[in-house]
C-alpha cells in the first residue's frame, strides 16, 4: 500500500539555524499539509498546499516558516530560524482530493529537536 | 471547526469488542466523521470514515447516530496491537485541514 515517507525521522539543530523537513507524498495526490505535535499536546495544523501555493495556514506559521514543492514529489517545511518551541514532531499528509470524504495519510513523521 | 467531545481513556481486555464514543454536535450537514488513531511514535493512521450509513471495513465498524451528532468507532476484538490514541475529526471542504481533539486513549489488558 502507499505510504507518506520523512526524512529524517529525527533532526537536532541549534537554536537560530534553518531546517528543512522532507516528505514525499503518495504519487498522484493533491493536497498535501504539515501538521505538528508538541510532546505530550494535541496534533495541530500548520499548512495546506494545493496547485503549488499555500491554501490554508495556522496562526503558527508565520513567517519563520515555509513549504515548497520543489520537483513534483518532495515536500518540504522549512524553518528560517529555529527556536526552543519549535521543538516537536512534525507530520507531513496528503490527500487524493479536496472533499470531506476524502482520508489524509500521514506519515511517520521527523522529531526536531531544538537545542 | 466543529468540536467534539471524547473519553479522556478507555480500556478493554484483548479478543473483546470495544465502543470508542464520539460527540460532534456541531457537525455540519456535508461533513464526514473521519477517525484516526496514533499508535506511540508514529504519525496518525486512518481508520474509517463516514457520513450518515454505518460504515465497515477491515480495521473497524463505524456507527452514525441518525441526527449525525454522534457516532461510535467499534473495534470487534482488540488486540494489543490496537493500543494508541483514537481521534474523531470532522472532516471540512473548506480548507479541508483536520483539527484534532486529545482524541481516547486505548489500553488493551492482556
Known amino acids: 500500500e502507499p505510504e507518506v515517507t520523512q526524512t529524517p525521522s529525527h533532526q537536532v539543530t541549534q537554536m537560530g539555524q534553518e531546517v528543512i523537513l522532507r516528505c514525499v507524498p503518495i504519487s498522484n495526490h493533491l493536497y498535501f499539509y504539515w501538521y505538528r505535535q508538541i510532546l505530550g499536546q494535541k496534533v495541530e495544523f500548520l499548512v495546506s498546499f494545493y496547485n503549488n501555493e499555500i491554501s490554508e495556514k495556522s496562526e503558527i506559521f508565520d513567517d519563520q516558516f515555509s513549504v515548497e514543492r520543489p520537483d513534483g514529489s518532495n515536500f518540504t517545511l522549512k524553518i528560517r530560524s529555529t527556536k526552543l518551541e519549535d521543538s516537536a514532531m512534525y507530520f507531513c499528509?496528503?490527500?487524493?482530493?479536496?472533499?470531506?470524504?476524502?482520508?489524509?495519510?500521514f506519515g511517520d513523521g521527523t522529531r526536531l529537536s531544538i537545542l | 471547526d466543529a468540536k467534539t467531545t471524547q473519553p479522556n481513556s478507555m480500556e478493554s481486555n484483548e479478543e473483546e469488542p470495544v465502543h470508542l464514543p464520539c460527540n460532534h454536535s456541531?457537525?455540519?450537514?456535508?461533513?464526514?466523521i473521519h477517525w484516526y488513531r496514533q499508535l506511540p511514535s508514529q504519525g496518525p493512521e486512518y481508520v474509517i470514515h463516514?457520513?450518515?450509513s454505518n460504515v465497515n471495513n477491515r480495521m473497524a465498524s463505524l456507527a452514525i447516530a441518525e441526527d449525525r451528532k454522534s457516532s461510535t468507532l467499534i473495534l470487534h476484538r482488540a488486540t494489543l496491537r490496537d493500543a494508541a490514541v483514537y481521534y474523531c475529526?470532522?472532516?471540512?471542504?473548506?480548507?479541508?485541514?483536520?483539527?484534532f481533539g486529545t482524541g481516547t486513549s486505548l489500553t488493551v489488558i492482556p
Open positions: 499528509a496528503s490527500r487524493a482530493g479536496g472533499l470531506s470524504n476524502q482520508p489524509q495519510h
Open positions: 456541531t457537525i455540519s450537514g456535508t461533513d464526514y
Open positions: 475529526i470532522p472532516g471540512a471542504d473548506t480548507g479541508n485541514q483536520f483539527y
Open positions: 463516514g457520513l450518515t
